[in-house]
Structures are given as structure tokens and as C-alpha cells.
């Protein structure tokens, strides 16, 4: 149950967040916003692995390479969220970026032999984009509706 509560409050979060650099990219830019979320973040992070400890780990080096690419993939999404939800809207880039998550987490979970119900994972996905189609905002009319005579 922690576990539950704990991944709820985490998208939550991530909501939040991406509404709040959203913001601040339509007065900076999303490299800026990007740029900025990452610098403060930075500084929250290490003042937290330096009062808690625990922030340099012997075992760091150890790590392949390719472990730490996530922060790298991590500016792509939230430059990416910050330029995107300025436009879509608050509920459909949370819905796709959802649906993105899914298709990915189900081809991670595939890939790794993890067991999964693969029809239970792609109907979730396909519910969430349904979602997300019914959040597309209506075009304005471009017809002229005939006159009385």
C-alpha cells in the first residue's frame, strides 16, 4: 500500500512539475525552464545527500556506463514537457506522456522476461490514448452558418 501511495503522489508530482516549467517556458524558453529545473533540482539534491549522507557511494564507479544516461534522457523530458504542455494543455500532455511511460515500461517489461499480460498492458494504453483524444481541444469552426432569410 505504501508502494501505491507513494507512485500516486510521485505522478502527482511530476503533474506539477511539468505545469510549473510549463509556465516558466512561456516566459523564458523550455531550454531555460529545462535549464533551470535541472539547476535547482541539482541544488535541492545535494543539500539532501549531504544532510542524509550517503551521496558519494564507493560502489559508483562500478556502475556501467550507460547507467547514467538517464540524466541526459531526463533533460529531453522535461525540456520536452515544458514546450509541449504549453500547447496541448495540462491533461492531454499528461495523457500522452502516461501512454509514452506505458509503451515503454510494457517493451522494458517484455524485453526483461518480466512476467506481464500483454492484452491487460495494451488495453491500458489503448484506453489511455483514448483519453487523451477525448481532451483534444475543438477546432474553431471555420463555416459560416447560412443566414435567415
Do not use: E, K
Given at each position: 500500500?505504501?508502494?501505491?501511495?507513494?507512485?500516486?503522489?510521485?505522478?502527482?508530482?511530476?503533474?506539477?512539475?511539468?505545469?510549473?516549467?510549463?509556465?516558466?517556458?512561456?516566459?523564458?524558453?523550455?531550454?531555460?525552464?529545462?535549464?533551470?529545473?535541472?539547476?535547482?533540482?541539482?541544488?535541492?539534491?545535494?543539500?539532501?545527500g549531504l544532510v542524509v549522507g550517503?551521496?558519494?557511494?564507493?560502489?559508483?564507479?562500478?556502475?556501467?556506463?550507460?547507467?547514467?544516461?538517464?540524466?541526459?534522457?531526463?533533460?529531453?523530458?522535461?525540456?520536452?514537457?515544458?514546450?509541449?504542455?504549453?500547447?496541448?494543455?495540462?491533461?492531454?500532455?499528461?495523457?500522452?506522456?502516461?501512454?509514452?511511460?506505458?509503451?515503454?515500461?510494457?517493451?522494458?517489461?517484455?524485453?526483461?522476461?518480466?512476467?506481464?499480460?500483454?492484452?491487460?498492458?495494451?488495453?491500458?494504453?489503448?484506453?489511455?490514448?483514448?483519453?487523451?483524444?477525448?481532451?483534444?481541444?475543438?477546432?474553431?469552426?471555420?463555416?459560416?452558418?447560412?443566414?435567415?432569410?
Amino acid at each position: 500500500m505504501t508502494f501505491l501511495v507513494l507512485a500516486t503522489l510521485a505522478g502527482v508530482l511530476v503533474g506539477l512539475s511539468r505545469q510549473l516549467n510549463g509556465r516558466l517556458s512561456l516566459s523564458t524558453s523550455p531550454l531555460t525552464a529545462s535549464f533551470w529545473n535541472h539547476a535547482v533540482g541539482f541544488g535541492a539534491l545535494t543539500l539532501l545527500g549531504l544532510v542524509v549522507g550517503g551521496l558519494l557511494v564507493p560502489g559508483a564507479r562500478l556502475a556501467p556506463w550507460w547507467s547514467y544516461l538517464g540524466g541526459p534522457v531526463g533533460v529531453v523530458f522535461v525540456a520536452a514537457g515544458s514546450w509541449v504542455i504549453a500547447r496541448l494543455g495540462a491533461a492531454r500532455t499528461a495523457l500522452l506522456m502516461i501512454a509514452g511511460q506505458m509503451v515503454s515500461g510494457v517493451a522494458l517489461d517484455w524485453a526483461t522476461g518480466r512476467p506481464l499480460r500483454l492484452w491487460a498492458a495494451m488495453l491500458g494504453v489503448a484506453l489511455i490514448l483514448a483519453g487523451a483524444a477525448l481532451t483534444r481541444r475543438p477546432r474553431p469552426s471555420t463555416s459560416v452558418a447560412p443566414r435567415d432569410a
